[in-house]
């Protein structure tokens, strides 16, 4: 998976790249994997997701306020 799309490597990774995932965007949904292992288990996001997932990751102040999502669950952002 993943032989036809551009893998990109987080700016956060460290130097050894021994602690870094790589995203790709097929036009549809984000792909994450572990730069490490690259043939191995992949995630997929829809956008919307792709957004709440960074919302949380940037920290609390970021993911204080809940809201609802389109699937039905609430996310906090």
């Not at 996001?45 to 669950?73: H, I, K, M, N, Y």
Request: hydrophobic fraction near 45%; glycine fraction near 12%.
């Amino acid at each position: 998976m993943g032989s036809s799309w551009t893998w990109r490597k987080s700016s956060a990774s460290d130097g050894g790249a021994q602690q870094c995932v790589e995203i790709a965007w097929t036009g549809d949904v984000v792909l994450v994997r572990d730069s490490t292992r690259s043939s191995g288990a992949v995630l997929a996001f829809r956008p919307a997701a792709w957004s709440d997932f960074l919302a949380l990751a940037a920290g609390p102040a970021q993911a204080a306020v809940p809201r609802r999502t389109g699937g039905g669950a609430t996310a906090r952002r």
